[in-house]
């Protein structure tokens, strides 16, 4: 089975300032990783995916996360934050081999809070 | 595309009640997954159809869940009977292998209330 964690559940930022959010995952095979955001009121929208290949991948809104292997890491990161970025952020895994590999398995959640 | 459309949006009821919650998922999607969403459990899948076909419910906390997908444009949860405890923001999304079934759209949700 696969676990995540998102080391932070609050971060506080002033807009225009760098923020990364942590994610480290547990997993004995191979997995796919994700980062989500959740607007208030509103369903989840995909930030990025890391499926194979570099191991930077880079999503929308400006955001960009690393897959380290060794760490079990996928932090997100975005060099200069606005105040829409204000949400949550869900980091997500599912095992890339064998059955169900399109169950998701979430993180708690990192709620990103932007200050003017 | 619409996206994927959940009904209602709202749902208050009593204990005990039948609660019957609704996704129709993007057109041409052959995935479709029931998530709940509470702040002591975070995002939990309940159950995933394959082209209308349930795969794995594991997910299901019990007997009282159940969900159904008729035809590929449809899906239903239901909640017989209710219980306060199932109190939650119950979220359909959608995707289709063509994008490698990793890439969930996500409706709305439903924020179920049961007092």
């Known amino acids: 089975a696969q676990s995540v964690t998102q080391l932070d559940s609050q971060v506080p930022v002033f807009e225009e300032a760098p923020v990364e959010l942590r994610c480290n995952y547990s997993s004995s095979v191979s997995v796919y990783l994700f980062w989500y955001v959740q607007y208030p009121n509103q369903g989840l929208q995909l930030l990025l995916k890391y499926l194979s290949g570099s191991t930077l991948v880079k999503g929308i809104n400006g955001f960009e996360a690393e897959f380290n292997k060794s760490q079990t890491s996928f932090h997100l990161r975005k060099p200069s934050v606005h105040i829409s970025d204000t949400a949550e952020y869900f980091c997500?895994?599912?095992?890339?081999?064998?059955?169900?590999?399109?169950?998701?398995?979430f993180g708690k959640g990192t709620l990103l809070t932007v200050n003017p | 595309d619409a996206g994927v459309i959940q009904s209602p949006r709202h749902e208050v009821t009593e204990m005990g009640q039948e609660v019957t919650l609704r996704c129709k998922p993007i057109s041409g999607h052959d995935y479709l997954f029931w998530y709940r969403q509470t702040m002591m459990r975070g995002l939990e899948l309940l159950i995933y159809f394959n082209n209308n076909v349930p795969i794995d419910d594991s997910g299901m906390p019990e007997d009282r869940f159940s969900a159904k997908m008729p035809n590929a444009s449809f899906s239903t949860l239901k909640i017989q009977p209710s219980e306060p405890r199932d109190s939650a923001v119950y979220f359909c999304?959608?995707?289709?292998?063509?994008?490698?079934?990793?890439?969930?759209?996500f409706g709305p949700g439903t924020r179920l209330t049961v007092t």
């Open positions: 997500a895994v599912s095992r890339n081999s064998g059955g169900s590999n399109y169950k998701l398995t």
């Open positions: 999304a959608s995707s289709f292998l063509g994008a490698g079934a990793y890439e969930q759209y």
